[in-house]
């Protein structure tokens, strides 16, 4: 319970004029007396708060960027008419910043014996869980006086999503795939290492393919056609370690490795392979299994949601032992990883053999578009140093992707804005080149 405002400048003004002319214990008590009779009418009068019944529906996930709207059900048992204010408390990355204040809270009247519904409208900042905090209520009387005032538990949950930005590269990628199948008129034929079909012969065909046996069997020149190899396995590694919680702009490397594995699970899943996701550090943080083409993107985006980069260092021989065990046949293992060279050339580079072995496998890095404007930097000794450094940065990056590549490793490297059509442009050129 609490005194309004309202009660407090009725006090001061009454008190006001007593004050003036007639200053005394009995001029006071005149004023007040009054008042507190009211205040304790208005108190009375007020709704309870603890006897409500609090339910909530609404939107249980929403993308990165995009808003959620909870709706808060009120309901009124008692026999008094609820004038309410109410808190409905979130997270602070629930809301833009600035915004919180107008967004949770909210003007109530509930007649009596009756409900009414507010909606809470989220628009969250960071990916993951945001889950509700308490509602506080403060119930008025009719003169605004006096309030009662309780908090009540109404659990929900909104589990925010990767915003998958990069879905703007699908169509371009999917006509790629498309000319890679033969599907297009194009001069491509078909490009790939499976066998299609046979058809006869055109000016412009490759001699190479003609198949002789079927020409001695018909009237026509016959040629075979291919393919890109279909029902493959793809493997994506997200590595959650500590270097994946370096901040690339405004967000830390791993949202950019999500969003770049979102990609290329769509453009796999539509050329008809089957994709898995792994996501480790020093133990598993997310495994995403035997799902169908449809079922594959809801599932990664909720499995990638809740991670968060661990400040621990990835163990790397648990990472490739556990690789190996998902992918028990031969698959394109993508390892969503850095290029630093401690962690590479002490952690990945001696088991890779393990790998390289039984798996095609590419590793997929995220750049730092700072260091390379760093390294165009001129004009005064302090940017001519920062372009030194970035320069010696960049080409340690390149002599550890060259490392990788002498093991048989395709290495991309790319800005958070090119990794995710970088990746995909890898991925369809060895599906062309018949290596997955």
């Not at 915004?99 to 507010?118: D, I, K, N, Y």
């Not at 340690?396 to 992707?401: K, L, N």
Request: aromatic share 4%; glycine share 6%.
């Amino acid at each position: 319970m609490a005194l309004t405002g309202r009660a407090a400048l009725v006090a001061a003004l009454g008190s006001l004029p007593i004050g003036i002319w007639e200053p005394s214990w009995t001029g006071i008590l005149a004023v007040n007396a009054p008042l507190a009779v009211a205040c304790a009418c208005d108190f009375a009068l007020a709704a309870p708060v603890r006897r409500l019944g609090l339910t909530r529906s609404g939107d249980t996930s929403a993308r990165l960027g995009e808003t959620a709207d909870v709706t808060l059900t009120v309901t009124n048992p008692s026999g008094r008419p609820l004038r309410a204010h109410i808190r409905d408390a979130w997270p602070p990355s629930s809301w833009q910043p600035g915004t919180e204040v107008e967004a949770s809270r909210h003007h109530l009247t509930v007649p009596a014996g009756e409900r009414r519904r507010v909606t809470t409208r989220l628009r969250p900042t960071r990916r993951g869980d945001r889950q509700a905090d308490r509602v506080t209520i403060r119930s008025y009387g009719p003169l605004r006086l006096f309030s009662r005032q309780g908090t009540h538990k109404v659990p929900w949950t909104v589990r925010v999503l990767p915003p998958f930005t990069s879905r703007k590269h699908l169509p371009s990628k999917l006509a790629r795939l498309r000319e890679l199948d033969g599907r297009t008129s194009v001069l491509t034929r078909g490009e790939g290492t499976e066998f299609d079909s046979l058809r006869e012969y055109v000016p412009g065909d490759d001699t190479r393919s003609i198949d002789w046996r079927a020409t001695a069997r018909q009237s026509a020149v016959a040629v075979r056609t291919w393919r890109p190899e279909r029902d493959r396995h793809i493997l994506l590694v997200l590595d959650t370690g500590r270097t994946s919680a370096g901040r690339v702009g405004d967000a830390p490397r791993l949202d950019a490795s999500m969003d770049a594995a979102l990609l290329l699970a769509a453009l796999a899943s539509r050329a008809g392979d089957r994709v898995d996701l792994l996501a480790y550090d020093r133990g598993v943080r997310a495994l995403v299994q035997g799902r169908t083409a449809k079922d594959l993107l809801p599932s990664l985006v909720n499995a990638m949601a809740p991670l968060e980069p661990e400040l621990v260092e990835t163990n790397a021989r648990g990472l490739t032992a556990t690789a190996l065990r998902t992918a028990p046949r031969r698959s394109l293992v993508v390892l969503l990883t850095s290029l630093d060279a401690a962690p590479i050339e002490e952690g990945l580079l001696p088991l890779l053999p393990q790998l390289t072995q039984r798996h095609t496998v590419l590793l997929a890095s995220v750049a730092d578009p700072h260091i390379a404007r760093m390294a165009t930097a001129r004009g005064n000794a302090e940017a001519i140093y920062e372009a030194a450094a970035a320069a010696q940065a960049q080409t340690e990056r390149q002599r550890t992707a060259e490392q990788l590549r002498r093991h048989g490793v395709t290495v991309v490297d790319a800005t958070p804005d090119d990794l995710a059509p970088a990746l995909a442009d890898a991925y369809l050129a060895l599906k062309a080149a018949g290596r997955l």
